[in-house]
């Protein structure tokens, strides 16, 4: 079935990295546009970045912009997030998602990870 | 930027209908979509293109949007049906998610 499994969330320290991972499986990968979006504990959702199915445009929120970085390998079926920088506000259950119609960026996203947690903390 | 503002919380009795509201600038001609997320669970797609709904979603969840207010409407609503609820739009390639409201049936 179709199925997006995030990992590689855990407790990182303030200005150190951490990288995501996003594995796919059960449609087309390559034809979708893919997303990240975070909620902090208690609070609502957050909208991070997007990758277009070539990988050919990223976009980023603002409180992520120069410090994270969305990647995609279509060979692995896999979305990453390289997060840079990181700040106790990133702290957040980091959901992947994939957009509703194949090639568009700008969708509802119809398919949902399971989420992973970042803690940010010294 | 952009904002997207919803009612904090909607209360409704079993059966009756729910409509929670989201508002921004001209968010009529922008596509509008709605969430529903129960507690420790991912978000789920219950409206897309203002009024479309995925497979596997009730009947009784219906959109609309026009002017600068969307509207999710819930008919017959069930006790189901709790969870909170965040619309959503897209304004110059960045996402934008409602406030959230929390729906209780009661």
């Known amino acids: 079935q179709v199925q997006l499994v995030e990992s590689g969330g855990g407790v990182v320290q303030p200005g150190r990295s951490l990288r995501l991972s996003c594995a796919a499986s059960g449609f087309t990968f390559s034809s979708h546009a893919m997303h990240w979006v975070r909620q902090a504990p208690g609070k609502g959702l957050e909208w991070v970045a997007v990758i277009s199915y070539d990988g050919s445009k990223t976009y980023y929120a603002d409180s992520v912009k120069g410090r994270f970085t969305i990647s995609r390998d279509d060979s692995k079926n896999t979305l990453h997030l390289q997060m840079n920088s990181l700040r106790a506000e990133d702290t957040a259950v980091y959901y992947c998602?994939?957009?509703?119609?194949?090639?568009?960026?700008?969708?509802?996203?119809?398919?949902w990870g399971q989420g992973t947690m970042v803690t940010v903390s010294s | 930027s952009y904002e997207l503002t919803q009612p904090p919380s909607v209360s409704v009795s079993p059966g009756q209908t729910a409509s929670i509201t989201c508002s921004g600038d001209?968010?009529?001609?922008?596509?509008a979509c709605w969430y529903q997320q129960k507690p420790g669970q991912s978000p789920v797609l219950v409206i897309y293109?203002?009024?479309e709904r995925p497979s596997g979603i009730p009947e009784r969840f219906s959109g609309s949007n026009s002017g600068n207010t969307a509207t999710l409407t819930i008919s017959g609503t069930q006790t189901m049906d709790e969870a909170d609820y965040y619309c959503q739009a897209w304004d110059s390639s960045t996402a934008v998610f409602g406030t959230g409201t929390k729906v209780t049936v009661l």
């Open positions: 293109h203002d009024t």
């Open positions: 998602a994939r957009v509703v119609e194949p090639a568009t960026i700008g969708d509802a996203f119809d398919i």
């Open positions: 001209k968010l009529g001609d922008k596509y």
